[in-house]
């Protein structure tokens, strides 16, 4: 986890901006059509930038299999420009059994969007809820206890992230 963690950042300082898009207010529209960083499982070091539509990537391709959609998202106030920015949650598939769940924050920089934090929540979570509060972004989700199956996660758990620079920091 800590791999794809490290994998996520790196390719958010290593390529930059997640979306150049000329907008003057965020919108869903924009976020559902923007470009997310998924990290290689081979090379977590490593990754790609995928442009997603209305929500979703896939590419079917046996040896190279990708799907990625947005899960949840929310607008709300995280930096202090004065402009509304975004929480976004989306998952991602590798062909494999697991749904790898990431929570980014899109900051909405004079119409453009940037994603400057991420985080891996976790394989398989199930999210209840997202929410932007005073800055604050909340995750209601169930997590994996102790002795829980990969499949079926069963700890609810509240999260709160703050964006500390370019991280997103958990309290």
């Known amino acids: 986890m800590m791999l794809r963690v490290g994998a996520l950042l790196l390719g958010i300082f290593l390529v930059g901006a997640i979306s150049l898009l000329n907008a003057a207010e965020l919108d869903v529209n924009q976020l559902e059509n923007s470009k997310y960083f998924i990290p290689s499982l081979e090379n977590p070091e490593q990754g790609e930038w995928v442009q997603l539509h209305n929500g979703e990537f896939s590419r079917r391709d046996q040896d190279n299999f990708l799907f990625v959609r947005i899960v949840d998202l929310a607008i709300g106030y995280l930096s202090k420009n004065h402009t509304k920015d975004a929480a976004v949650i989306y998952g991602y598939n590798t062909g494999g059994s697991g749904f790898f769940v990431v929570l ?3 900051i909405n920089e004079n119409g453009k969007l940037k994603q400057t934090a991420a985080v891996d929540l ?47 920091v958990e309290k």
């Not at 995750?139 to 829980?148: L, N």
């Open 104 to 106: 980014c924050a899109v």
């Open 122 to 168: 976790e394989d398989r979570v199930k999210i209840n809820s997202l929410s932007i509060h005073s800055g604050k972004i909340i995750v209601d989700m169930v997590v994996h206890g102790p002795k829980d199956p990969s499949c079926c996660p069963t700890v609810k758990k509240i999260a709160t992230f703050t964006l500390v620079g370019n991280k997103l």
